[in-house]
């Protein structure tokens, strides 16, 4: 399990125990964050006889011990009969839509209400997973609607997403929403063993995302970075933008992040770069940090020569990079 996940998967945990679990959850956050690992273990906990059982038996006690003890994360024993038959995908009180088209559609959330109607087959608790709901069909979403408003006792049904923002809000007002965040800011400094302020970007609702033209300008400079930081290539044409290019500096220090990222196996929406290991991680947060430096200047000072600045980044950027070489080398 991702280490982000456990704080997350303590909180469920607690309010599985203290029978305090919303009967719709919304699991969101960006791509790849962990949504279909939380969705999973919860499914697996809230089926599992065992896990059942424990409960039954230590409500009181855990009831009166809950304060002084770390929260507990609830395990799925993985042995008795619901754990078994769910692991063959044959057990029968659990649904996950699963659509063949781009879209998840009304019969698809059809199906999903008369599966709720019926008694349960084996235990008393009944889910439901439905991945991506941002893509449901308008229709499909007014159909869950209904169900979403009439939970029955032992039911669940658990939403993950990555666009959360192309949900209707009806349904998000309807769901417990709980947004999944990979480290950034602190919680990323502190991986890297360092000290400093929350100074990352916030990566999302950004142009490039939104914008085409904009994002195909953002790739290729994308490309062209890891070009330079990899190969020693571009350094014109990333000059050119730098200075030219309002989104030019915070593009820059996106992209380091993101191959940050993935220097330390951390989800990122690109896939992994084979180089990025060319770089030593201490000679790319030297990077980062020129860059955050200048980003910094670039945003402060009224005054500033663009042109001056870009040059001198690059330089300093160039003086790292090939400390690094000699470092590889020596
Ligand atoms: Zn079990």
């Given amino acids: 399990m991702k280490t982000w996940l456990l704080a ?15 009967h719709a959850l919304l699991i969101s956050g960006v791509d790849g964050a962990g949504q279909q690992d939380i969705a999973q273990w919860l499914i697996k906990v809230l089926l599992c006889d065992s896990v059942k059982q424990d ?30 038959l769910y692991a063959k995908d044959s057990y029968p009180d659990h649904l996950t839509v699963v659509s063949d088209k781009k879209t998840i559609g009304v ?7 008369h599966f709720f109607e019926k008694t349960a087959h084996i235990g008393l608790v009944k889910t439901a997973l439905v ?8 229709s499909a979403a007014n159909a869950l609607l209904k169900t979403l408003e009439e939970p029955t006792s032992d039911s669940f049904i658990i939403l993950t997403t990555h666009s959360s923002d192309l949900l209707l809000p009806t349904i998000i007002s309807r769901c417990h929403e709980f947004e999944i965040r990979p480290p950034v800011g602190k919680a990323l400094l502190a991986e890297y063993g360092q000290q400093g302020d929350d100074a990352f970007v916030n990566l999302s609702h950004l142009n490039e995302l939104s914008d085409d033209s904009t994002a195909i300008a953002f790739v290729t400079f ?11 290539q571009h350094r014109a044409d990333i000059l050119a933008i730098l200075v030219e290019h309002h989104d030019g500096f915070r593009w820059l220090e996106k992209i380091l992040v993101n191959l940050m990222r993935q220097q330390w196996g951390w989800p990122t929406a690109e896939s992994t770069d084979e180089q990025v290991n060319v770089i030593n991680k201490q000679q790319l947060w030297r990077v980062y ?42």
């Avoid at 039954?56 to 754990?83: H, V, Y």
Wanted: with cysteine; proline share 3%.
């Fill in 8 to 22: 997350l998967q303590q909180q469920l945990s607690r309010q599985i125990r203290e029978k305090k679990l919303p």
């Fill in 55 to 84: 409960l039954n038996d230590n409500i009181s006690q855990l009831s009166k011990n809950e304060s002084s003890e770390a929260p507990l994360i609830l395990q799925p024993c993985g042995f008795c009969k619901t754990c078994k």
């Fill in 107 to 113: 019969e698809l959330i059809r199906s999903l209400s």
């Fill in 131 to 138: 991945n991506h709901a941002d893509t449901m069909t308008i």
């Fill in 222 to 232: 994308r490309d062209k970075v890891k070009d330079y930081l990899f190969a020693h």
């Fill in 289 to 330: 940090n020129l860059v955050q430096v200048a980003n910094g200047q670039l945003k402060t000072l009224v005054q500033i020569n663009r042109q001056f600045l870009s040059e001198k980044l690059l330089a300093d950027i160039s003086v790292v990079l090939q400390s690094n070489a000699q470092t590889v080398e020596g």
